[in-house]
């Protein structure tokens, strides 16, 4: 690319300009892209199936248990969690030989990793909160009542934005625990990466136990251990979740290359 410049003579003179993909900035979304597109399959086809299963599945359960007052999708809150998790295992192992051996530095593979697991779990909790008003308005079209199976930060599905806070939170940190996970196995093997299981499952057991919400929330009670404030737990939560992102970027930074298999 070149730009024209005005000399002092009148004349002009052509000079050499980068293109945007040279820089950082460039080179980040193009590592995005790469990361969106080399995982597209595995996510496009979870969700497929996820909607699929829940949107028919669901009706026909419901239709024959004669259980039409409570949310349909709240038993579904699970499964995201848990893909979330695969995503995150999965995203060192699939893409970082591929994208190192192009020139991709690692610092900007770890960089443009957390920024695709922020980015997902945001889409995720978007996705949850949309689920919840369509399911809202055909119920109250039906005349039916949403109740909901499990207990939420929010208590009822009108609250969109502690809907979008409690499943940004608690993906992301199953994303960020799953991302440890993979990372570590990648980079120290099979036994390193068992023994390390205990750390990088504490960003999602961190979320567990400060927002205590869906399926654990009943589990916990029967404890006696109750949720903190919401003023202490989102912080906490947000906090554990930067730390557990900047301690996969400090194992990423020294990674070697693994040889392709088959």
Not at 44 to 62: P, R
Not at 102 to 108: E, N, Y
Not at 199 to 212: C, H, N, Y
Request: aromatic share 12%; glycine share 10%.
């Amino acid at each position: 690319m070149t730009a024209t410049t005005q000399t002092a003579a009148g004349t002009t003179a052509r000079a050499a300009t980068l293109p945007g993909a040279v820089t950082a900035t460039g080179r980040l979304r193009n590592v995005l892209q790469a990361m969106m597109v080399g995982l597209r399959p595995m996510i496009v086809g979870y969700w497929c199936v996820m909607l699929l299963a829940f949107s028919l599945g669901g009706l026909v359960i419901k239709l024959f248990t004669g259980d039409l007052n409570s949310s349909m999708w709240d038993y579904g809150t699970q499964s995201p969690k848990y893909f979330s998790a695969a995503v995150g295992i999965t995203l060192t192992p699939a893409l970082f030989t591929l994208l190192v051996a192009h020139g991709v530095t690692r610092r900007m593979f770890a960089v443009a990793g957390s920024i695709l697991l922020l980015g997902a779990a945001a889409s995720t909790s978007l996705l949850w909160v949309l689920a919840y008003q369509v399911e809202r308005g055909i119920y109250d079209w039906a005349g039916l009542q949403q109740a909901l199976a499990n207990p939420h930060l929010f208590t009822k599905t009108s609250q969109a934005g502690l809907i979008f806070v409690e499943f940004f939170l608690l993906i992301l940190s199953h994303e960020a625990a799953g991302w440890l996970i993979g990372s570590a196995f990648y980079r120290f093997g099979f036994w390193k990466g068992v023994a390390f299981l205990p750390l990088g499952l504490l960003p999602a057991a961190a979320a567990e136990f400060l927002l205590v919400a869906q399926w654990m929330a009943d589990a916990l009670a029967n404890t006696g251990y109750h949720r903190p404030p919401l003023a202490v737990g989102i912080p906490g939560v947000l906090a554990v979740n930067a730390i557990a992102l900047y301690c996969a970027y400090l194992l990423i930074r020294p990674m070697a290359l693994k040889p392709a298999k088959g």
